[in-house]
């Protein structure tokens, strides 16, 4: 059993910066990656950053490649999005997972190999 709490959501500006967190629990906690998922309204879930748990490796998406960072913090279990120089097109709720098992290499960008999400924070970028 794994859960996972997002925060640090909000409105801001075209240009801001934001981060997010993203706090893991269970007994315990184990996983292979961490990814950050997000879905605006009338939008299919699409996939943001994913990085490797024991390794480190990091994975985006094109849309938000240099402007957008995942790390983790593996002592408290904490892993975060930092959102810079953010665009009304990044407006969405915003989604950690996990992916406890390895599956493949490319298995972090489907978010269907994840087996655990939060309730997500909606992250809100004016013009």
């Known amino acids: 059993q794994v859960q996972l709490v997002e925060s640090g959501g909000g409105l801001v500006q075209a240009g801001a910066s934001l981060r997010l967190s993203c706090v893991a629990s269970?007994?315990?906690?184990?996983?292979?990656?961490m990814g950050w998922f997000r879905q605006a309204p009338g939008k299919e879930r699409e996939f943001v950053a994913a990085?490797?748990?024991?390794?480190?490796?990091?994975f985006y998406a094109d849309s938000v490649k240099g402007r957008l960072t995942i790390s983790r913090d593996m002592a408290t279990n904490m892993v975060y999005l930092q959102m810079d120089s953010l665009k009304p097109e990044d407006t969405a709720g915003y989604y950690c997972a996990a992916q406890i098992v390895y599956y493949s290499d490319l298995a972090v960008y489907d978010p269907l190999k994840y087996d655990y999400w939060g309730q997500g924070t909606q992250v809100t970028v004016s013009s």
């Open positions: 990085i490797r748990w024991s390794g480190g490796r990091t």
């Open positions: 269970g007994r315990p906690f184990s996983t292979y990656a």
